[in-house]
């Protein structure tokens, strides 16, 4: 079982930053590929973001591409989202998730994911 938390989601203004984080335990977090992903009231979840469990490969999703960076530091079990330009329409819950590193290819699907967070709350006042 990999247990995870997520911090850092507040209230920003337009254009504003914030930087979420992910702190995982339980099990080995470099032996894990880790994701964001985002979830608005009344939207399905949206894939965001994915790292590979060593940190050397990434893909982003279309609607914060350009303004996201992922990134994991394993030695301190921790992932990162960081979130520049941020709109109205980036308000959303946004989740970390994780899976087992068992193939080429990087998770993008929620379903491909195995364990989750309980998200923390990003909103963007205009």
């Known amino acids: 079982q990999v247990q995870l938390v997520e911090s850092g989601g507040g209230l920003v203004q337009t254009g504003g930053s914030l930087r979420l984080s992910c702190a995982a335990s339980?099990?080995?977090?470099?032996?894990?590929?880790m994701g964001w992903f985002r979830q608005a009231p009344g939207k399905q979840r949206e894939f965001v973001a994915v790292?590979?469990?060593?940190?050397?490969?990434?893909y982003y999703g279309d609607s914060m591409k350009g303004r996201v960076t992922i990134a994991r530091d394993n030695a301190k079990s921790t992932g990162y989202l960081q979130m520049n330009m941020l709109q109205p329409a980036d308000t959303a819950v946004y989740y970390c998730?994780?899976?087992?590193?068992?193939?080429?290819?990087?998770?993008?699907?929620?379903?491909?994911?195995?364990?989750w967070g309980q998200g923390t709350q990003v909103t963007v006042s205009s």
């Open positions: 998730a994780a899976v087992y590193h068992q193939r080429s290819g990087l998770p993008i699907l929620v379903n491909e994911f195995d364990y």
């Open positions: 339980g099990r080995t977090f470099g032996n894990y590929d």
């Open positions: 790292i590979d469990w060593g940190g050397r490969s990434t």
